[in-house]
């Protein structure tokens, strides 16, 4: 089993955040956690990333004791959280030599990791800039790449696709179902529900720190929809109620 976790607690002061939370998520695998905000989607992932701790329960990463070993955690999983931490004064062919360095990869494979991963997702042009001056999406994918370019056994994204073009999201839709198929498990958050439908094999939806269903994907959704699946388990409105009274007050 790549991630499991049992009985997991997380408070933010008196807040609870995650509620004895379980959850076992196999090798090679690409698994969903789908959620409102709010719902303790990026704690969970933080915690299975070795980032953050947690105040009761365990998780295991790869085997690995969470609670006591968070370095070594770090040391198999490649991360990258929805908004990118970058060193802005650098440029992305800097970062990434940077980054190859710390993860202990030759430079001679870092080096083709980023040229490769670089032209998939068409930055070539970038390269040479600084960090702080590429747009959002652009950033995005600076992230991405280094998260890979140590080859991680468990690649974790947080709302990452988000912020990708139609050919970058489609490229890397189709690199993660690739990855998984060589044993890399792959954990995304994502609330583009047509992104976690076509490629999750497996899908959890959380809400209030708890998960309210999870399973595999074709038996979850059978004859419906992901989008109807989690508007029922999650909403706590009549979304066409809500949409009548907003059309009568914009009149």
């Not at 001679?108 to 959002?136: C, H, P, W």
């Not at 076509?198 to 074709?218: L, P």
Request: aromatic share 8%; glycine share 8%.
């Amino acid at each position: 089993m790549s991630i499991k976790v049992q009985s997991l607690n997380k408070f933010y002061g008196q807040k609870r955040v995650l509620s004895n939370f379980s959850i076992e998520i196999p090798d090679g695998e690409i698994y969903g956690i789908l959620g409102p905000n709010g719902s303790g989607k990026t704690t969970l992932l933080k915690i299975m990333a070795g980032i953050s701790q947690f105040d009761g329960g365990s998780v295991t990463v790869d085997g690995i004791d969470a609670k006591t070993d968070q370095i070594a955690i770090r040391k198999i999983v490649g991360y990258v959280p929805e908004t990118p931490y970058l060193y802005e004064s650098l440029t992305p062919y800097e970062y990434f030599s940077f980054i190859g360095s710390i993860r202990g990869i030759p430079r001679d494979v870092a080096q083709r990791r980023a040229d490769d991963l670089t032209k998939a997702f068409g930055m070539e042009e970038y390269n040479d800039q600084f960090i702080g001056s590429l747009s959002f999406g652009t950033r995005q994918k600076v992230s991405i790449i280094a998260s890979l370019i140590h080859s991680p056994k468990i690649l974790i994204l947080d709302e990452s696709i988000n912020g990708l073009d139609p050919q970058s999201a489609k490229i890397f839709r189709d690199l993660l179902r690739s990855l998984s198929q060589d044993g890399m498990t792959v954990v995304f958050s994502t609330h583009i529900l047509e992104i976690a439908e076509n490629v999750c094999e497996e899908i959890a939806i959380m809400k209030g720190g708890e998960i309210v269903a999870q399973g595999r994907t074709s038996e979850l959704l059978k004859e419906r929809n992901l989008e109807d699946v989690f508007i029922d388990l999650t909403s706590t409105e009549d979304i066409s109620s809500v949409v009548s009274a907003l059309r009568g007050s914009l009149r």
